[in-house]
């Protein structure tokens, strides 16, 4: 599965076409694509640039970051940072909340949290070891960064002076992704554990596909958008991570054209009981067991004003730079559940403390 994006408005059905929402980003790259993913969904009207070179001064001036996706409101307002977008979309279209109700589903509500963290941030470190440490990774899904950024599709095929650009574009994007892989603890001294873990975690959610359509039940959620930002961004489009799947989790692929294809206006309701399938609970053990391990480490670094940071998860040690978004991200999760009533927390906790992960947000 290898869909490529182009820059052009979307059609949304029942919505006007006037002054849509403005997307930049990239089609080989993980935010980009979550973002792009609840946009269909929600049936918002976009329409979706390249962050090109010609076109990336003049969005980070406006943005204030270097980061993609950036998206302008119908107002001109510049968003980035995908989680902020995508509470923001829903205060602006609430009828297709991406979370359900905390009033009513605040076990649904938080596991949703707990899940998009995770995918926000632990997979990602998979998604940069096979793109940017595998030649077939930086070969294929460097080329189509490189070319998104001089204004073509990633299947062009541009003249010499593309071609040399084209080069030259890549070979920065590798050393970038060299150092990043290092400052994650994903680089070729941790081969097995990336190999392993990704098995792994495609099983998991293959496993649970079986049963649910997403990942809280029969409606798409937001940590469903995350995941598809790494499916579609990266593990699907890169050779190697699609192998993997397609030899030992084929029933992924088969959940990323669900969700592709799942819009809000014909979307079931969020189920009638504040429960969640028998199937997510591996899933969110391997989020405690793994995730939370980091965001303990992580969050005792930052106290001691340290750079680095080691854990082990089973493969020996890894060492990894502190990540202060990640523990940003862990507050705001963490509030979230103190703010409920003392009987939704009650519930809170009997669901999701004997998974272990809920100790990491109420320490």
């Known amino acids: 599965m290898n869909e490529k994006a182009a820059p052009s408005a979307e059609p949304m059905a029942g919505q006007a076409a006037e002054r849509p929402y403005v997307i930049y980003g990239l089609d080989p790259s993980y935010f980009t694509q979550k973002v792009l993913g609840f946009f269909r969904y929600k049936e918002i009207p976009h329409?979706?640039?390249?962050?090109?070179?010609?076109?990336?001064?003049?969005?980070?001036?406006?943005?204030?970051?270097?980061?993609?996706?950036?998206?302008?409101?119908?107002?001109?307002?510049?968003?980035?940072?995908?989680t902020p977008i995508a509470f923001e979309m829903d205060r602006r279209f609430p009828d297709s909340a991406l979370l359900p109700p905390i009033d009513t589903h605040p076990v649904l509500h938080i596991a949703g949290r707990i899940l998009e963290d995770f995918?926000?941030?632990?997979?990602?470190?998979q998604a940069v070891h096979f793109?940017?440490?595998m030649d077939t990774g930086v070969y294929t899904s460097g080329t189509e960064i490189a070319l998104n950024q001089i204004g073509l599709p990633g299947d062009a095929k541009p003249d010499a002076e593309g071609e040399e650009m084209v080069y030259k574009l890549r070979e920065m994007l590798?050393?970038?992704?060299?150092?990043?892989?290092?400052?994650?603890?994903?680089?070729?001294?941790?081969?097995?554990?990336?190999?392993?873990?990704?098995?792994?975690?495609?099983?998991?959610?293959?496993?649970?596909?079986?049963?649910?359509?997403?990942?809280?039940?029969?409606?798409?959620?937001?940590?469903?958008?995350?995941?598809?930002?790494?499916?579609?961004?990266?593990f699907l489009r890169d050779p190697i991570p699609a192998r993997l799947i397609e030899r030992h989790a084929a029933g992924v692929a088969d959940y990323a054209t669900r969700l592709r294809q799942a819009r809000a206006s014909t979307a079931s309701p969020w189920p009638q009981e504040d429960v969640f399938a028998e199937t997510l609970a591996p899933l969110l053990q391997y989020v405690g067991l793994t995730f939370h391990t980091f965001l303990r480490a992580n969050r005792k670094a930052l106290a001691e004003d340290r750079e680095w940071l080691?854990?082990?998860i089973g493969y020996g040690t890894t060492r990894m730079k502190v990540r202060k978004y990640a523990e940003k991200t862990r507050r705001m999760t963490a509030e979230a559940i103190a703010s409920l009533p003392e009987d939704a927390r009650r519930r809170v906790e009997d669901?999701?403390?004997?998974?272990?992960?809920?100790?990491?947000?109420?320490?």
């Open 47 to 82: 329409e979706y640039r390249w962050k090109t070179l010609t076109a990336a001064p003049e969005v980070e001036k406006r943005a204030g970051t270097k980061l993609i996706p950036v998206v302008v409101t119908p107002e001109r307002e510049w968003l980035w940072d995908s």
């Open 119 to 125: 995918f926000d941030e632990w997979p990602t470190r």
């Open 131 to 133: 793109r940017w440490m």
């Open 174 to 234: 590798k050393a970038w992704g060299l150092d990043v892989c290092r400052n994650v603890g994903a680089d070729r001294r941790h081969v097995e554990e990336m190999e392993g873990e990704f098995i792994r975690l495609m099983q998991l959610i293959a496993q649970h596909g079986e049963w649910e359509d997403f990942l809280l039940g029969p409606r798409p959620s937001l940590p469903d958008f995350a995941l598809e930002g790494a499916l579609i961004g990266h």
């Open 310 to 312: 080691a854990i082990d």
């Open 351 to 363: 669901a999701l403390e004997p998974l272990g992960v809920l100790d990491v947000y109420l320490d």
